[in-house]
Nanobody, 115 residues
Framework: QVQLVESGGGLVQPGGSLRLSCAGS????????MGWYRQTPGKQRELVAR???????IYADSVKGRFTISRDNAKNMVYLQMNSLKPEDTAVYYC?????????WGQGTQVTVSS
């Protein structure tokens, strides 16, 4: 089963930073748009940021100015740099294509922002 593998989550204090990484096969990345999503218990998964094959990025209003999505096409990697983290950023973070495909969801990485 083809999946994406997220890493880099953890516990951080409000105002802190984390960098998430997403690794997968070339068949998933290629020149496709990729996105970072997050989900909290009882809520639907939401798109946080997305990036085109050429590097153009779009962000949810809630993270604009704080998060930066990037990609390394040669390494089949997508990253999410998260700065000025807030407690409401606490969630499990996933990467996937944009629009997402069910078969590509991985385990996600937990981000907890708490003092």
């Amino acid at each position: 089963q083809v999946q994406l593998v997220e890493s880099g989550g953890g516990l951080v204090q409000p105002g802190g930073s984390l960098r998430l990484s997403c690794a997968g096969s070339a068949s998933i990345f290629s020149s496709y748009r990729m996105g970072w999503y997050r989900q909290t218990p009882g809520k639907q998964r939401e798109l946080v940021a997305r990036i085109s094959g050429g590097g153009l990025s779009i962000y949810a209003d809630s993270v604009k100015g704080r998060f930066t999505i990037s990609r390394d096409n040669a390494k089949n990697m997508v990253y999410l740099q998260m700065n000025s983290l807030k407690p409401e950023d606490t969630a499990v973070y996933y990467c996937n294509r944009y629009p997402s495909l069910e078969e590509f969801w991985g385990q996600g990485t937990q981000v907890t922002v708490s003092s």
